[in-house]
């Protein structure tokens, strides 16, 4: 797996999660210029700020290949709830 993040793998996580640059950067704890900056090959961000942003995109299932990017297979032993949706309650004696 490359521990190098390019802009262009970068981008191509973010397309995989639909994501925008807005999103990622909340989710790696940065500005959107970092995300934006970085994603046109203008600034390389610090080696800490690449690896939150690679930390954020592989806790959604982005998975660094030596080809480029791919989502990680679901896990079908667990439900798989999007941001904010709520489960189904079992045995609740509302």
């Given at each position: 797996?490359?521990?190098?993040?390019?802009?262009?793998?970068?981008?191509?996580?973010?397309?995989l999660?639909?994501?925008t640059?807005?999103?990622?950067?909340?989710?790696?704890?940065?500005?959107?210029?970092?995300?934006?900056?970085?994603?046109?090959?203008?600034?390389?961000?610090?080696?800490?700020?690449?690896?939150?942003?690679?930390?954020?995109?592989?806790?959604?299932?982005v998975?660094?290949?030596?080809?480029?990017?791919?989502?990680?297979?679901?896990?079908?032993?667990?439900?798989s709830?999007?941001?904010?949706?709520?489960?189904?309650?079992?045995?609740?004696?509302?």
């Open positions: 797996m490359p521990e190098h993040l390019t802009p262009a793998l970068c981008r191509a996580a973010r397309g999660l639909n994501w640059p807005v999103r990622l950067a909340s989710k790696a704890g940065m500005s959107e210029g970092v995300i934006r900056l970085f994603e046109a090959g203008r600034r390389v961000p610090a080696p800490s700020r690449v690896a939150s942003i690679r930390r954020a995109l592989k806790a959604e299932g998975v660094f290949t030596t080809d480029g990017v791919r989502l990680r297979q679901p896990d079908h032993t667990q439900p709830l999007a941001d904010g949706e709520a489960g189904i309650i079992v045995n609740s004696e509302m």
